[in-house]
């Protein structure tokens, strides 16, 4: 028979218990980096941590053997259904340059103390469950939109996570992404003898780069277009046969993204024209869509990271964008960023994954874990917030 204040001074306690635990977990990952929908290693430690603490754990759902869906103990009735978001994928070569070993650590801390009370019978007074949901492989291949497709978020009236960052802050709206791969097949020839009965792959790539520096000037300044060449040919005296490249192509509008997708792939057409090379593309991955913070929901975690001590910065937009932005375009969801390391470094890099094991990292962790656990609590005692939640978001989407 607790209040909501009772209650978060309580689940602060749970997590300082478990910090020590928290912290060597994130910090093995950091260690031991799993790229995605390889993080049979990292999924499997956060899923045991919830299940020893009375979560019920659902592993490989959606058909994503590192996916997983914890419910936590003492839930009483089913709605409404708060649901907090793992992840914990890696970067290739960097590690977590992502800190998603921070994600992990901080939703699973949380997890565990709701779970510990929840035992304890102290939630009784609240109602509606919680869950934890792992969702694997942020960084390239979009996890939480298969965990979306196969209807996962339908019972769920809020999502929240936290993410590391430069500094705090409450996630601003964040950009439509879709990545697409073009590939070009020529014809090979000796390049000095013959290069006359050849057919050009790579000129094909250069010239795509070349349409799309020059498209660049008729875009809008807040559109993103970036790419790699990753098969360039194999040796200088042969005529490329086969060349391809990524494109990844951003915008905060969504149908504004899919007129420059459009515009994109007509670059790498009249490229293929030119050349003579054989053009096929496809999206490599599922689009990220624009991410749609909610207010009602962000107000909560900010009021929680400030109740903490942390100062939180404000920001009207970010240039990345996220697979949470496909479940934002459903359900109200809020993501709340913990300062870990300095505004000069470069994000995705070895230097973030270093800053996750520092103690600025560490104390995020913990922070995180903490705002995480005292929001849902809020979300639990005021269903009032959950009807605010679900207006703002559906003015947003309207
Ligand atoms: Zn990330
Ligand atoms: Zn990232």
């Known amino acids: 028979m607790s209040d909501v204040k009772d209650l978060k001074e309580k689940v602060q306690r749970e997590i300082d218990k478990i910090a020590p635990q928290l912290i060597e977990c994130s910090d093995w990952m950091a260690d031991n980096p799993e790229i995605g929908l390889q993080?049979?290693?990292?999924?499997?430690?956060?899923?045991?941590?919830?299940?020893e603490s009375g979560a019920e754990v659902d592993r490989g759902i959606a058909e994503m053997p590192t996916a997983f869906w914890a419910t936590l103990a003492g839930s009483g009735s089913e709605r409404p259904l708060i649901a907090i978001l793992a992840e914990y994928d890696a970067l290739p070569d960097v590690g977590h340059g992502c800190g998603h070993n921070i994600i992990g650590n901080a939703a699973v801390g949380a997890g565990i103390a709701l779970s510990r009370l929840g035992q304890l019978g102290e939630l009784g007074e609240l109602s509606g469950k919680v869950v934890v949901i792992g969702t694997p492989a942020e960084e390239d291949a979009g996890g939480?939109?298969?965990?979306?497709?196969?209807?996962?978020?339908?019972?769920v009236d809020a999502a929240i996570m936290i993410h590391p960052a430069p500094q705090d802050l409450i996630a601003p709206r964040h950009l439509t992404v879709h990545g697409i791969e073009f590939e070009f097949h020529g014809k090979a020839a000796h390049a000095a003898l013959d290069p006359y009965q050849g057919i050009n792959a790579l000129d094909a790539v250069i010239q795509t780069f070349v349409n799309i520096g020059l498209l660049r000037q008729q875009v809008r300044s807040e559109a993103r277009i970036h790419g790699v060449i990753t098969h360039g040919g194999g040796a200088t005296n042969v005529i490329p046969i086969y060349a391809a490249c990524r494109l990844d192509v951003r915008s905060f509008d969504v149908e504004y993204a899919q007129e420059l997708k459009r515009r994109v792939i007509a670059c790498a057409q009249g490229a293929a024209i030119a050349t003579g090379a054989k053009l096929e593309w496809h999206e490599y991955v599922k689009p990220y869509l624009s991410y749609i913070p909610n207010e009602a929901l962000g107000g909560v975690l900010k009021a929680n990271m400030e109740a903490l001590g942390r100062t939180v910065s404000h920001m009207e937009e970010v240039y990345g964008s996220t697979d949470f932005g496909n479940v934002s375009q459903v359900i109200p969801t809020a993501y709340a960023l913990f300062g870990i390391c300095s505004e000069e470094v470069g994000w995705h890099?070895?230097?973030?994954?270093a800053a996750t094991k520092s103690e600025r990292g560490h104390a995020a962790l913990i922070a995180a874990a903490k705002t995480l656990a005292m929001s849902t609590l809020d979300l639990l005692g005021d269903p009032d917030l959950i009807t605010r939640a679900r207006q703002g978001h559906q003015a947003a989407v309207d």
């Open 349 to 353: 890099s070895k230097e973030v994954a």
């Open 144 to 155: 939480k939109i298969d965990i979306l497709e196969h209807g996962y978020f339908d019972g």
């Open 39 to 51: 993080e049979f290693q990292a999924s499997a430690r956060l899923a045991r941590m919830l299940e």
